[in-house]
């Protein structure tokens, strides 16, 4: 009789997760606990690790065979958290069967080939969300909507600032595709979203300020991006591999009417005030912390958009978006010169 | 053989809930799905709402039969967030039984019958914990350590602020035992963990100046307590039923060498600059918002001191001499004198 | 012909000063340099160095005599900054020759002289301000205005923070009439003019925390006042003699549509984000650095109040209401219980 | 008797003003009223109004004779505040008497007249400083003091914001040189101070954001401009020539050990909590506000390292540094390329 109580009274959207490393994990608990209306029924993951995180969260097929997800008949909707080099594989395949696709970017890292991957989702017409997180943070969806709704007038600069606590190690580096693909990425994608304008050219500064092994390694750990809008607004990207301080993510948008800044969120409220000065508590460690809630609100996107059949909020073309301007800030920083956007393809 | 992963290499503390209204929910949803090391296997509730959600978290038997948990031979530890009149009753009953025992406060609405509470409790030995949440929010507890610390010194005074976003319902007021009791009692105890030092003496305004409703219904809606310390030092609490802007929670402490403070968490960290100044986002709603962690902080911190046989971070005792306070404050206020603590019992 | 040029075209209001201590030399400058439309004329100090430094600043008639400005014939009005003692003899003596007067606070230091001397000057129907500069700093003036405009409601609470860097010496504390009347009186004042209402009872709590020397010498340094006003609101003042982070002056106000708070200006707007946290500057030092122009605007408030024929923005009723307010908080703390206003006189 | 209080103990430098406009009337009131150790014995200007002032500041020697000041046998040192086209003239010709010379920027609207200019006073080795006055403003002094102390480590990012209130007129825009040599000129300036480094490329971007009149005057009314620095670090200056929340100037400074930022001050310390969030108060209004003790602070240094015959804190050479990086970015905007510094000249 009590069983009773949990009968379903409306459809649930039936989700497999692929790849359960860091990045899945979050997905995997989201989905599993946090989000209403959904069901994860399966999860693939080559390591076992993965597999019992799997199954302590109460996920019913566990195993290690994509195709188990692929062409499971019940799934309406795939997650894609695998590694970034078999993205545009499971996206296609799972598109090809009919399923909504939510895949963390890079959709591949050619530019050429996460080309032809959008074309071809694109051309089979089914749901496809690109994961940039950074949009649902509480901070810059508050920005965004105060800004669509005319807020501070027309928009005429933005200035973004992303540094991480700390370089990732070199063997990371080697294999990152470098400082714009990398870390840049996600503020060309603010820059985008924030300005909701397309970039018309870019110029990039950049430098190894901070490790020598990142430019023996053949990249840059600190770098400075123009960028030049369609419609003659300006934005700058300051970035930074290391910031002894903690996570610093950080943006300011200036308009006709006024400016909107988004500060860090830090590890309390409190202040002392001594002697020397007040000083406030620490900013937070990283992006696990920082960006916590906005990997939730993101996959909550995904669900609603699904639910009430709206476009996603991040499509295929947001990815290929950042990444061409990620190789334009490369071309330009190489050649010392402003790139046009158009020249790029 | 996968199954085999999730075998467990430690002992789960195994936990009873008696009682999943409001409160009982964000314990029960911490203890089933965020804490480490518990096990929640028995949850008791009158009402069908409650039931259903203890099993929507995946908790075995569910009933409401209060004996069922506090007969079970498994159970190590029961926590109590049933109406607060039943709190005595069913404490005892754990205690008797050899349980560890979590209490929401109050122990009881009496303060006779909750010093014989606390005093057959303490009599049988087991760990009892009285839910002050509050001392577990991230700024409090780093308040606390940085006043151990002694950043800032010898104490001098401390100043509280707390405002609830609206007056709860005139049917409620009625049966709150007042506002020192009911919404008072969180700071009483604050001040006591915040000074780390006995209150002698509690001098109280009160007032009737947002409802007039509330004063027909013998209470107060505003008030300013004045308490002075065993070692000299003085506190100020302001208290109010309604605050438009939001939920208000602050303290500071002023010390020989400086001052610590903690300033409200806000929506977002988004401020915007425009011709009538720089707007920073709103207060909290309430305190669903401003201490839902503190919940979880709160839970682990009894499963830890199970766990490693520590001292209760709470006592029966701390949750009896708020309540002496607020006695205090009470009679101070009809009588308009400064009351002693040890003229009560 | 270029002299012509300085030909003055309306009426300037004659000022002698009397009293060339920290605080006329403040008075002095301004007058002599800052303020239009006024023409400091006369200057009377016993010492060298105050007539010193009234020659330096231009002042033509400089000398010891005190009668040389009460009797002077073109002097429309006298500023008093001479010692507390003789404020009620040169005040009642220059408004007998029918002078307007602006009198340093306290008119006396008995309460009863200083009743007859209001209540004189008062009979004689000329203009007298009493100094409470405080309410001319920018930030408390804003308040006010703020408050006017019903900005935030009906008042509700109000709390005053006000710090000393260090004590004074023990000599100064022996003679300074005790902290309520040496320190909080300007707290007193504020808490009426903020309010804009009387207040009717007083509790105050107060102690020794830093130095027994000043409790040998009979006095508290620290202290915690609770003001009842006629309207039902309630105010408290914290009152410390020693903060070694710097002048601390801050209150916040309470009120049923929000909170008007103001906080301390600190010595630069510079802040350091290191691994620690982020610093702000230092508060300033003391009530120079912090009210520097205060005692400007009050004096422009003075003369602008002359020149338009309106009433003192301070009236010597607000120079007795305060005296009577630390007179009831002494009362209060020596008898531990509240103390009504119209018990005092 | 009395008047023997006056003589003077020490040597008083004796200055002369050319110039008594909006920047000529600070100087004077500065140098007549706020500053130790310095005699204004001589004031020149054209018009009577400036005259009158100083007139009335007790400036003895009045007239619109610049010759009577040059060939002043008496006068150490010209402060020039007449307008810039007679910069470089005035400077020289008192130089050639051996004088010392203060000159408001720029030295000359061409950047080969200026080269000139620096280079013959340069060879009179009389004591020459530059008027930028935003080195002198207590923050960005700070802000160099703690740099200088290693607080940050080495440096790596520079973002300078600065923003006006609202344009100036057309007719001023057309004679201004254009928005890098006007506006930007300071930042340049600031961008070489604080990072206590040379500038080795310059890229610009500008736009018409604001007013087209702007644009058809041929000028820019909006600019982003990255600096690159000799040791590789970055820099981004943002200049608008309108901002409706008022005056806008802050900078940013990112090493390897932290973060030191410059905030703007605000009208007050006066905030309101509404139900709309908190509200600070507004930005200062406008450069007078913003700098006015800036330009007191700039004065008593060059009397500083007058009397204690040091280097100046700002030389001929900062001044023509700044000029050619105007120049560079010039050049960037209109070619769309970086411009490296050392192809200026």
Same mark, same amino acid.
């Given at each position: 009789?009590?069983?009773?109580?949990?009968?379903?009274?409306?459809?649930?959207?039936?989700?497999?997760?692929?790849?359960?490393?860091?990045?899945?994990?979050?997905?995997?608990?989201?989905?599993?606990?946090?989000?209403?209306?959904?069901?994860?029924?399966?999860?693939?993951?080559?390591?076992?690790?993965?597999?019992?995180?799997?199954?302590?969260?109460?996920?019913?097929?566990?195993?290690?065979?994509?195709?188990?997800?692929?062409?499971?008949?019940?799934?309406?909707?795939?997650?894609?958290?695998?590694?970034?080099?078999?993205? /545009?594989?499971?996206?296609?395949?799972?598109?090809?069967?009919?399923?909504?696709?939510?895949?963390?970017?890079?959709?591949?890292? @050619?530019?050429?080939?996460?080309?032809?991957?959008? /074309?071809?989702?694109?051309?089979?017409?089914?749901?496809?969300?690109?994961?940039?997180?950074?949009?649902?943070?509480?901070?810059?969806?508050?920005?965004?909507?105060?800004?669509?709704?005319?807020?501070?007038?027309?928009?005429?600069?933005?200035?973004?600032? @992303?540094?991480?606590?700390?370089?990732?190690?070199?063997?990371?580096?080697?294999?990152?595709?470098?400082?714009?693909?990398?870390?840049?990425?996600?503020?060309?994608?603010?820059?985008?979203?924030?300005?909701?304008?397309?970039?018309?050219?870019?110029?990039?500064?950049?430098?190894?300020?901070?490790?020598? /092994?990142?430019?023996?390694?053949?990249?840059?750990? @600190?770098?400075?991006?123009?960028?030049?809008?369609?419609?003659?607004?300006?934005?700058?990207?300051?970035?930074?591999?290391?910031?002894?301080?903690?996570?610093?993510?950080?943006?300011?948008?200036?308009?006709?009417?006024?400016?909107?800044?988004?500060?860090?969120?830090?590890?309390?409220?409190?202040?002392?005030?001594?002697?020397?000065?007040?000083?406030?508590?620490?900013?937070?460690?990283?992006?696990?912390?920082?960006?916590?809630?906005?990997?939730?609100?993101?996959?909550? /996107?995904?669900?609603?958009?699904?639910?009430?059949?709206?476009?996603?909020?991040?499509?295929?073309?947001?990815?290929?978006?950042?990444?061409?301007?990620?190789?334009?800030?490369?071309?330009?920083?190489?050649?010392?010169?402003?790139?046009?956007?158009?020249?790029?393809?």
């Amino acid at each position: 009789m009590i069983k009773e109580l949990l009968n379903q009274q409306f459809y649930m959207i039936k989700i497999g997760i692929i790849g359960i490393g860091r990045m899945g994990k979050i997905h995997l608990e989201n989905l599993s606990r946090k989000i209403e209306g959904v069901n994860l029924i399966a999860a693939v993951n080559p390591g076992e690790d993965g597999q019992k995180f799997a199954l302590q969260h109460g996920v019913k097929n566990v195993s290690k065979d994509v195709d188990s997800i692929i062409n499971h008949p019940e799934i309406d909707a795939v997650v894609i958290s695998s590694p970034s080099s078999t993205h /545009a594989e499971y996206a296609v395949k799972a598109a090809r069967k009919g399923k909504a696709v939510f895949c963390e970017k890079p959709i591949d890292g @050619s530019l050429e080939k996460a080309h032809e991957t959008i /074309a071809e989702i694109s051309a089979l017409n089914v749901p496809f969300m690109i994961g940039f997180n950074q949009r649902f943070d509480v901070n810059f969806s508050r920005v965004k909507m105060a800004l669509s709704n005319g807020e501070i007038g027309r928009l005429r600069n933005l200035h973004i600032i @992303s540094r991480d606590p700390q370089p990732p190690p070199i063997s990371y580096i080697r294999t990152s595709g470098g400082l714009f693909r990398d870390m840049t990425i996600h503020d060309f994608d603010m820059a985008r979203f924030i300005m909701g304008c397309e970039v018309v050219e870019v110029f990039a500064y950049g430098n190894c300020l901070i490790d020598p /092994a990142i430019g023996d390694a053949g990249d840059i750990d @600190s770098a400075t991006v123009l960028l030049k809008f369609e419609n003659g607004a300006m934005a700058t990207i300051e970035n930074s591999r290391e910031a002894v301080y903690g996570y610093d993510q950080r943006l300011e948008v200036f308009g006709s009417k006024g400016v909107i800044k988004v500060d860090n969120p830090l590890k309390s409220h409190m202040k002392i005030v001594a002697d020397t000065g007040t000083l406030s508590d620490r900013h937070l460690n990283f992006f696990m912390d920082r960006y916590q809630l906005s990997y939730l609100e993101e996959m909550k /996107a995904f669900i609603t958009a699904l639910n009430q059949k709206t476009p996603m909020p991040v499509s295929g073309e947001d990815g290929l978006k950042a990444m061409i301007l990620a190789e334009a800030a490369n071309r330009s920083l190489v050649e010392n010169r402003p790139v046009q956007i158009n020249s790029i393809n």
